[in-house]
């Protein structure tokens, strides 16, 4: 019989990673609607991959397969995955994404809560490295056909039709030709009106995933330093140089509402398993993953810098919380009476 | 060229200046590895090592004169962190030094007890008192159950008993609990 | 992070008890299902007393009070049974009149089911007290005040059971700043405290008075969760009639914010006067001392009645139909109470406290100690199994609700790996063990049982270390001083040999023949002699039932004498080796 406490309160692991999923819906009805069904194809395909690798790999780790396979963080991943890859990537460059992240940098380093890398972000960075054209392919949007979008996954691929680049990477191709003309205000249009900030429909999606980021505040499975963090940096840093000289560098609303910068506030940066933990470390952890990311979006030979900057601070996440360990009872130095 | 040579060339005279200093600064007196040893050691002073008492042990592993694995009190505890200490593969404990006993404590029959003072000069740790003719008896906080005045005496009088369980000593155990496979099955 | 909050209960009865009061706010805490309002419905009963009682004579922390009673004795209620021993130990008073029947081992209500020892009384049923005075505490010194305390056993009744007498003590300074009376009861299902102040509020303040005027402590603030609004009212009367018996208004009733663990001595006291005091240090040095409302009780029914502590309001809850609080004589067996209550058929435990920090007991026969403040009786359906144990995911949950601002998923993670050094670091032994982690994790980690497992085997190690540490300063010692002889013996020979060469080398031909002086022959007969009487002895002791024997227990017999010998000769190398 166990000791003490002897009643909890009701709360999984299950429930987290649930609310979690529930969480991405709005983002993703957004991301339907600008860039077609195909990211729902890309969903379904990452989650049977991703259960099936995790079946696999708990078999191999003799690990109760049915209480580890419900726990839900296997469909976490893979619908991260899902949602930073491009949604008409051909289905082998998903699948191949997912296994790494599941078998790699999950299960080879110890399973569910051991993993010092966000898993999904191991897969992002490993294709964009591998497969740099592949993985900046976007539906162009507004082109919503489902038909060549499903060929575009499963079939031939007859893509300049369907794609376009994304607005980051129409803009860092941009400003790095030699092409001295180019300005941000040229490449991204000169109307700044909503429906163009992030680049059009980027913004909705973000602000899709910017509700559900809410919701999980509300339902206290995040707290709010790492999206305040996150984003409050990613603001100063690109409202900083776009003031400084906005012909080169792009302003905050378009950085903060483009690319995976939303999703990345509220659902990677917060992955509590290979990020930092303390209060002052998420801070810390997240103002620092935030200004890589600018960093690489802007000088980076990559589309988007979201990957490598949270694994970057992934590396140093244990060396923050060493760091940053709140005050204990009692050690606080102030023991007298405080009136 | 020449500059790379004598870039590499200076660079090498610093850091060797460097190192050649640290060294003398920095220098560890005294042989801590026998200290870093004898400290694991349990200090019972038995000898079932085949060393006159822990310190003589923990000089022969340090000289890779003995194995670590002759200390029976310490046991595979004692041999893991040796192991770990020294970077050497474990061993089990050697069975012709002695086997793991629980931890006790020698009691003196004081009702069969002679008085020879046998037991007291065998005593390593001064643990026995008494005088010619007195009889004599343990101090148990001090005994470290090495059995060492067992043989001794004349009268068999001395029976080590092992350390009760009690609420002082008692210890919460290790709360991981193995799944078994039956309860895999019904999951 | 204090939040000041205006708090003013009396203002509608206009009594100035609990006036402005500035609270402070402790990090973390949870809010458990309470479950209180099942016994708070009956006044509190008088346990009927037993046919049996087992006293354990271990019931404070700190030494086991020697036994002053032997079986046969009779003794009477309120009897000294056991004295202190050491300077941290509380004695220990028969609950009853009666014959003790045996001073022996039995099980004792801690989860560990070791036995300790106890006094088995058998009431007589006239319940008679030994004579009864008061304690003139103002008249005596504070010494004098502390041993009468020490030797009326009282000690804190909040569930630490800390000797008494030794809180009483003003410190450094020699007075107080602050008393605080712990009256929060943060617990879910127990209200023994509640009960007591609602019915023994007025001897409760007085007991608080007393202990105030030993300390010299300026105020009293006696702290009640806001979910006791009866016990509030109760206490605010009594400290309006003692503020006016006093002509002052020092003592007030503080309604503090319902949230687990807010009875917590430092937590309260955070909260009550925003001083947090550290590990290990004592309250004194910070100018407040805290005590539970039950020892205010006691010790006014000590020093005012002349009754020392024999029996205590303990609350029978959990998975029984009629829950309530008796006043129980200690050494009464669980068994009984749990059977007044009425419990459900399914019951299958009984635990001694909460069910945050509640001991499982290893069998209903226990008694009741000073430490029982509530039995708790589970069933599977009450508390059933935690779900199965997942991995840690560092979600921090843990840490968000942790009353002492630890890091609990990196204590866990250490202690898990029993990488002890490190959980230390992490301030382990700043752990209360409360239970907030292991309640809110969503991985179902028994984070309290891993913290509980740590601090066993690191004060196993630091006590195995200490008693290595001094084998080894002995056997140095002892190297050093037979060198010493050898060295003495050899300045003798020497200072002979100067003598003469001759009887030098006489001498050296006696050392290396086998020593006969006629000294040790007179001791070798001795031995001799001893040993022969020895083996008398042992012969007497034969066992009788040897002769007629079968050959198959002869055969036995003789193999166990083998090994015997066998032993016997294992045992012998070690001799050599160490010469």
């Given amino acids: 019989m166990n000791n003490s406490p002897y009643f909890l309160k009701p709360a999984s692991v299950q429930s987290v990673m649930l609310r979690v999923l529930a969480a991405l819906l709005p983002g993703i009805a957004a991301y339907i609607w600008f860039f077609g069904m195909a990211i729902l194809v890309q969903i379904a395909l990452a989650s049977v991959t991703a259960l099936a690798a995790e079946a696999v790999m708990l078999k191999l780790r003799d690990k109760p397969l049915m209480l580890f396979l419900s726990d839900g963080s296997a469909l976490v991943t893979a619908w991260l995955i899902a949602l930073t890859f491009p949604p008409i990537a051909p289905w082998w460059l998903t699948v191949v994404g997912v296994l790494t992240a599941i078998v790699i940098a999950k299960h080879l380093y110890g399973g569910l809560g051991q993993n010092p890398f966000n898993p999904a972000m191991v897969a992002f960075a490993l294709m964009i490295v591998a497969y740099p054209s592949l993985m900046s392919q976007w539906p162009a949007v507004g082109f919503t056909d489902f038909a060549p979008q499903w060929n575009a996954i499963f079939g031939a691929r007859q893509l300049d039709a369907i794609t376009m680049a994304t607005p980051l990477d129409a803009l860092r191709t941009a400003l790095h030709t030699a092409d001295a003309r180019a300005t941000v205000a040229g490449v991204l249009g000169s109307d700044a009106t909503f429906g163009n900030i992030g680049g059009k429909g980027w913004e909705w999606v973000a602000a899709g995933y910017l509700a559900g980021g809410l919701w999980l505040l509300q339902q206290r499975i995040i707290t709010w330093h790492m999206p305040a963090a996150f984003l409050a940096t990613l603001l100063l840093v690109s409202g900083g140089f776009s003031l400084f000289d906005a012909t080169r560098f792009a302003?905050?609303?378009?950085?903060?509402?483009?690319?995976?910068?939303?999703?990345?506030?509220?659902?990677?940066?917060?992955?509590?398993?290979?990020?930092?933990?303390?209060?002052?470390?998420?801070?810390?952890?997240?103002?620092?993953?935030?200004?890589?990311?600018?960093?690489?979006?802007?000088?980076?030979?990559?589309?988007?810098?979201?990957?490598?900057?949270?694994?970057?601070?992934?590396?140093?996440?244990?060396?923050?919380d060493m760091n940053t360990q709140p005050p204990v009872f009692g050690h606080k130095d102030k023991g007298r009476h405080l009136e | 060229m020449l500059e790379a040579i004598l870039v590499m060339a200076l660079g090498a005279v610093v850091l060797g200046a460097a190192l050649g200093y640290a060294a003398v600064r920095f220098r560890v007196e005294g042989d801590p590895l026998v200290e870093k040893i004898d400290a694991i050691l349990p200090q019972t002073q038995c000898g079932q090592c085949g060393f006159p008492g822990c310190k003589p042990y923990a000089e022969a592993i340090a000289k890779g004169e003995a194995e670590i694995n002759q200390c029976p009190p310490g046991g595979d505890e004692g041999i893991h962190k040796l192991a770990d200490l020294l970077g050497r593969e474990f061993k089990s404990l050697s069975a012709e030094h002695g086997i793991e006993k629980p931890k006790s404590v020698a009691v003196i029959d004081e009702q069969a007890c002679i008085g020879c003072t046998l037991c007291i000069q065998a005593c390593p740790v001064d643990a026995i008192v008494g005088a010619a003719k007195q009889m004599h008896t343990v101090v148990a906080q001090q005994c470290t159950g090495c059995e060492l005045c067992l043989p001794p005496c004349p009268v068999n009088c001395i029976t080590m008993e092992p350390i009760a369980e009690s609420v002082e000593n008692w210890k919460w155990k290790y709360p991981v609990f193995k799944i078994t496979p039956a309860q895999k099955a019904a999951v | 992070m204090e939040v000041p909050r205006v708090q003013d209960h009396s203002s509608a009865k206009g009594g100035g008890v609990s006036a402005l009061q500035r609270l402070f706010k402790f990090h973390g805490g949870v809010k458990p299902a309470y479950n209180k309002e099942a016994s708070t419905g009956l006044p509190i009963a008088v346990a009927p007393t037993p046919t049996q009682l087992v006293i354990p004579l271990?019931?404070?922390?700190?030494?086991?009070?020697?036994?002053?009673?032997?079986?046969?004795?009779?003794?009477?209620?309120?009897?000294?049974?056991?004295?202190?021993?050491?300077?941290?130990?509380?004695?220990?008073?028969?609950?009853?009149?009666?014959?003790?029947?045996?001073?022996?081992?039995?099980?004792?209500?801690?989860?560990?089911?070791?036995?300790?020892?106890?006094?088995?009384?058998?009431?007589?049923?006239?319940?008679?007290?030994?004579?009864?005075?008061?304690?003139?505490?103002?008249?005596?010194?504070?010494?004098?005040?502390?041993?009468?305390l020490r030797d009326a056993g009282v000690v804190g009744l909040g569930g630490a059971v800390f000797p008494s007498y030794l809180k009483l003590n003003p410190g450094k300074q020699g007075k107080l700043d602050t008393l605080v009376l712990n009256g929060a009861e943060c617990e879910p299902f127990i209200t023994c405290d509640d009960l007591l102040m609602r019915e023994r509020a007025e001897a409760t303040l007085k007991g608080a008075v007393i202990m105030r005027e030993i300390l010299g402590a300026g105020q009293v603030l006696i702290g009640i969760e806001d979910n006791k609004p009866e016990a509030i009212a109760a206490m605010e009367i009594a400290a309006r009639a003692a503020n006016a018996a006093a002509g002052d208004s020092s003592i007030r009733v503080v309604s503090v914010p319902t949230r687990y663990p807010a009875g917590g001595a430092k937590q309260l006291i955070r909260v009550l006067t925003g001083i947090e005091v550290p590990h290990g240090k004592r309250s004194t040095d910070y100018g407040v001392q805290c005590f539970n409302v039950g020892t205010a009780y006691a010790i006014y029914e000590a020093i005012a009645l002349g009754q020392p502590l024999i029996s205590r309001i303990v609350t029978i809850a959990g998975n029984v139909r009629r829950a309530r609080n008796y006043e129980v004589p200690f050494g009464t067996p669980m068994r009984d109470l749990v059977t007044l209550c009425d419990p459900l058929p399914d019951s299958d435990r009984v635990i001694m406290g909460g069910p945050m920090m509640g001991l499982l007991m290893p069998a209903d026969s226990v008694p009741v100690v000073k430490a029982t403040n509530c039995v708790l009786i589970g069933s599977k359906a009450l508390f059933p199994a935690p779900p199965p144990e997942m991995p840690c995911i560092r979600c921090g949950e843990c840490a968000k609700v942790c009353p002492a601002d630890l890091l609990p998923f990196e204590m866990y993670w250490f202690s898990r790996a029993k990488i002890f050094g490190k959980a230390q670091e992490y301030n382990l032994f700043d752990c209360i063990e409360c239970g907030c982690c292991a309640y809110v994790c969503p991985s179902h980690i028994p984070l309290v049982d891993y913290y509980r497992f740590a601090k066993s085997e690191i004060w196993a190690r630091e006590l195995e270390k200490e008693s290595a540490d001094v084998a080894r300063e002995r056997y140095e010692f002892r190297l050093l001083r037979e060198e010493r002889e050898k060295q003495e013996k050899a300045a003798k020979l020497a200072a002979k040999t100067a003598a003469g060469r001759e009887k030098a080398a006489a001498a050296l031909a006696e050392a290396e023949k086998p020593a006969t002086t006629p000294e040790e022959d007179a001791k070798k007969a001795l031995i001799a002699a001893a040993l022969e009487r020895a083996r008398a002895q042992q012969a007497q002791a034969r066992p009788e039932n040897t002769d007629n024997l079968t050959p198959e227990q002869q055969a036995e017999v003789a193999a166990i004498e083998a090994r015997r010998a066998e032993i016997r000769e294992m045992a012998k190398p070690h001799v050599r080796q160490s010469d």
């Avoid at chain 1, 950085?255 to 999703?263: E, N, P, R, S, V």
């Avoid at chain 1, 470390?281 to 200004?291: D, M, P, Q, R, V």
């Avoid at chain 1, 000088?299 to 601070?313: C, E, K, T």
């Fill in chain 1, 251 to 320: 302003g905050p609303s378009f950085h903060i509402f483009t690319g995976g910068a939303m999703l990345a506030a509220f659902f990677i940066v917060t992955d509590p398993v290979s990020g930092a933990t303390t209060p002052r470390g998420k801070l810390i952890f997240a103002a620092g993953a935030a200004a890589l990311t600018w960093i690489i979006r802007t000088f980076g030979a990559y589309p988007d810098g979201i990957a490598f900057a949270i694994l970057l601070m992934n590396i140093a996440a244990p060396l923050i």
């Fill in chain 3, 58 to 148: 271990h019931q404070s922390i700190g030494g086991m009070p020697r036994p002053l009673v032997s079986a046969g004795e009779h003794v009477l209620k309120g009897q000294r049974i056991g004295g202190a021993d050491g300077n941290v130990s509380s004695a220990v008073h028969a609950s009853t009149s009666g014959k003790v029947l045996a001073v022996e081992m039995r099980l004792m209500p801690h989860t560990s089911g070791l036995s300790a020892m106890c006094v088995i009384l058998e009431p007589d049923g006239r319940d008679e007290w030994i004579p009864r005075q008061p304690f003139d505490y103002r008249n005596a010194t504070p010494t004098e005040t502390r041993d009468y």
